[in-house]
């Protein structure tokens, strides 16, 4: 299993040659097992990086609520550079490939999905070093259109981290290896921006701020943009920093810490005392402060951490080999030295 989702009474789950099947719990058993009820094998022929829920629906901007339980897609996306969205009962809503200028394939490394707009947006981290992100409603009303196969100009697209300066050190990992939404950032009267984390092979993490820009635009903005020449846009979507010059207000652009290989997983709490978490294979977890850089670390793994889940103070991880890894960050100091009983 290279992929797990979890959502309204339903389990997703994705492999490494590309199948996908949808199991649900049978309460009619005395032993409650899962059955599965549906299997999709036509979406992806490579490693299924990631499984995410989302909304097809615009939010009005003054509405907050963003409740998991009205997210009514699934994305899936494969290493074979093919993303998909499938209503809740696996049926396929819309599934196209990425390919580069020259027509040629580009794997999708990792993705993950804001929530914090109006319109959810799904950011997908590409072997190529860039990254690109479309909007939901705008691919699904490309699917009422009947347009598919080959991906539409994407919302917003800029190389996050590029290839040709990475070294690989006994690794086949390229471009960005990890991504992470990390919740809204600074709004003005014109403009929200939303926080888009990204992990490169060479063990570089990078901070964007994304911005939603709700005014007009020119001609040739709107072509770089993937707004397909319309000069009055709804909005328009760019990252920053633009150049490696520029630097972000308040936040930090660069997180330097990682050694020997890329990044592995990140993740962000960035509703309430806002923190980065990121995991490298030199088998470490990273405390970032989203201003001042690193905080701590945690080491004493005993493999590669490649999954972990954040839950207020509670973080779940692997990279203990078989087991999953309990993370309580709410324990008494004087409980720390204190032995644990388990239940049998």
């Given amino acids: 299993i290279s992929a797990l989702l979890f959502h309204d009474d339903t389990l997703y789950t994705a492999g490494t040659s590309g199948g996908m099947k949808m199991w649900r719990m049978n309460d009619q058993l005395e032993d409650m097992k899962m059955i599965p009820v549906h299997s999709v094998d036509n979406a992806h022929q490579g490693e299924v990086v990631v499984l995410k829920t989302l909304s097809s629906s615009i939010r009005d901007d003054d509405d907050q609520d963003t409740c998991v339980s009205d997210h009514n897609l699934v994305l899936s996306a494969s290493v074979d ?14 599934r ?37 992100g479309y909007v939901a409603s705008d691919l699904v009303n490309h699917a009422s259109e009947g347009s598919g196969g080959i991906c539409p100009v ?3 697209r ?7 300066s990475q070294k690989n050190q006994g690794h086949n990992k390229h471009g960005v290896t990890a991504l992470a939404c990390g919740g809204a ?3 003005t009267h014109s ?10 092979a060479d063990g570089v993490i990078k901070q964007w701020e994304m911005i939603r820009q709700r005014h007009g635009n020119t001609s040739s903005q709107s072509q770089e943009l993937g707004n397909g ?26 997180f330097q810490g990682h050694v020997e290989g890329p990044i592995t997983a990140l993740v962000s709490d960035g509703e309430r005392d806002p923190k980065i978490l990121s995991a490298g294979s030199d088998g470490t ?16 793994f005993h493999c590669e951490v490649s999954s972990m889940c954040l839950d207020r103070e509670i973080l779940v991880t692997n990279g203990m080999g078989e087991y999953v890894c309990v993370h309580d960050f709410d324990v008494p100091d004087d409980e720390i030295n204190g032995g644990f009983e388990l239940d049998s």
Wanted: charged fraction near 25%.
């Fill in 154 to 156: 994407p919302k917003c």
């Fill in 229 to 254: 020449g319309d000069s009055s846009p709804e909005w328009t979507l760019q990252h920053w920093p633009r150049m490696s010059s520029q630097r972000m207000k308040d936040r930090a652009h660069i």
């Fill in 191 to 200: 403009a929200s921006t939303s926080i888009v984390l990204t992990g490169g």
């Fill in 285 to 300: 977890i990273r405390f970032w402060d989203p201003s001042k850089g690193e905080l701590y670390r945690m080491d004493g």
């Fill in 158 to 164: 800029w190389l996050a981290h590029d290839p040709s």
């Fill in 81 to 94: 550079g093919a993303f998909a969205l499938f209503d809740r009962d696996g049926d396929l809503v819309y």
């Fill in 96 to 132: 196209c490939e990425l390919t580069d200028d020259d027509g040629n394939q580009i794997s999708i490394t990792s993705a993950d999905i804001d929530t914090t707009s109006a319109e959810h947006v799904i950011y997908l981290g590409l072997s190529s070093g860039h990254v690109v």
């Fill in 185 to 187: 950032g600074r709004s």
